[in-house]
């Protein structure tokens, strides 16, 4: 069965009250378009690289204000909404990045916490330790829905290839990685890495960012995505400023791509042997 699904781009600021108006706006202008699967970016509901600050206005997810928003917001419109995700409030004081799929009578079908944290030292700069505030998640799941079956990802978990082959394996036809890609690493590898992960998957990969300039300074790169399973963009937003993507899913175009390239039935079991070579005369022996 077809569907219509929407990546829907936006440029998240320090107030989880305001994202979440914007957020419904955006969603509603995806629904009127014909999707009735919507995604938002991770983090939809703040971007705020000062911790104190963030931990002041963090709810748990029963108050959250996002996950409430996304809930009525899959009733009205009769959709199924992707919650990117949003920062919870943890019991043990720390935070879950966690993304929330509502059915449309807003019931949560699926959670997601983030698996790989990002910490890293950009070259410019830019130093992220996530791990130093979220607790990662450490359970994938494929979600069985009416017309497809849904893999789940997060941002930087994009470069973790076994995630998506585990889920594909596992019998997923659509994978969905919303993101905050920074401006430096959305510039090298973002479109790259998830043409990769539909290509050597077979899988449609629907991907909602955040784009441009944001409240607490840091800069997004954008480019939000629905990539079919053989690599083609079928829908993409520029580098800044909100936005909605809408594109046909038809699961059976990943049956062709698997029937065309079947790399999942070809896979097979090996070992690897870490060896010294050694040197005789120039040649290695």
């Given at each position: 069965?077809?569907?219509?699904?929407?990546?829907?781009?936006?440029?998240?600021?320090?107030?989880?009250?305001?994202?979440?108006?914007?957020?419904?706006?955006?969603?509603?202008?995806?629904?009127?378009?014909?999707?009735?699967?919507?995604?938002?970016?991770?983090?939809?509901?703040?971007?705020?690289?000062?911790?104190?600050?963030?931990?002041?206005?963090?709810?748990?997810?029963?108050?959250?204000?996002?996950?409430?928003?996304?809930?009525?917001?899959?009733?009205?419109?009769?959709?199924?909404?992707?919650?990117?995700?949003?920062?919870?409030?943890?019991?043990?004081?720390?935070?879950?990045?966690?993304?929330?799929?509502?059915?449309?009578?807003?019931?949560?079908?699926?959670?997601?916490?983030?698996?790989?944290?990002?910490?890293?030292?950009?070259?410019n700069g830019e130093s992220w330790r996530e791990s130093a505030a979220y607790t990662a998640g450490s359970e994938a799941?494929?979600?069985?829905?009416?017309?497809?079956?849904?893999?789940?990802?997060?941002?930087?978990?994009?470069?973790?290839?076994?995630?998506?082959?585990?889920?594909?394996?596992?019998?997923?036809?659509?994978?969905?990685?919303?993101?905050?890609?920074?401006?430096?690493?959305?510039?090298?590898?973002?479109?790259?890495?998830?043409?990769?992960?539909?290509?050597?998957?077979?899988?449609?990969?629907?991907?909602a960012a955040q784009a441009g300039r944001h409240e607490d300074g840091r800069e997004t790169f954008g480019h939000s995505?629905?990539?079919?399973?053989?690599?083609?963009?079928?829908?993409?937003?520029?580098?800044?400023?909100?936005?909605?993507?809408?594109?046909?899913?038809?699961?059976?175009?990943?049956?062709?791509?698997?029937?065309?390239?079947?790399?999942?039935?070809?896979?097979?079991?090996?070992?690897?042997?870490?060896?010294?070579?050694?040197?005789?005369?120039?040649?290695?022996?």
């Open positions: 069965m077809s569907f219509k699904a929407a990546a829907v781009q936006m440029c998240s600021g320090v107030d989880p009250v305001k994202n979440a108006a914007a957020m419904a706006r955006l969603v509603r202008e995806a629904a009127g378009q014909g999707a009735t699967y919507v995604q938002t970016p991770e983090m939809t509901g703040m971007l705020q690289r000062d911790r104190t600050a963030a931990r002041a206005v963090l709810a748990d997810e029963a108050h959250d204000i996002i996950v409430k928003t996304g809930s009525e917001l899959a009733i009205e419109l009769g959709i199924y909404m992707h919650v990117g995700s949003t920062a919870i409030a943890l019991a043990d004081g720390k935070i879950a990045n966690r993304g929330f799929l509502f059915g449309p009578d807003g019931r949560v079908l699926n959670r997601y916490d983030k698996i790989h944290m990002f910490d890293v030292d950009l070259d799941r494929v979600l069985s829905l009416p017309f497809a079956e849904m893999g789940f990802a997060i941002c930087y978990d994009v470069r973790f290839p076994a995630l998506f082959r585990a889920q594909a394996v596992a019998g997923a036809e659509v994978m969905t990685v919303p993101a905050a890609f920074t401006k430096q690493t959305g510039e090298a590898h973002w479109e790259i890495l998830l043409r990769a992960r539909a290509i050597e998957n077979g899988v449609f990969v629907i991907a995505m629905i990539i079919d399973p053989w690599g083609t963009v079928l829908a993409s937003a520029g580098a800044t400023g909100e936005a909605v993507m809408v594109a046909e899913i038809d699961p059976a175009a990943v049956k062709a791509a698997h029937d065309k390239i079947p790399n999942l039935r070809n896979g097979r079991e090996f070992s690897v042997e870490k060896i010294a070579g050694a040197i005789a005369g120039g040649v290695a022996a």
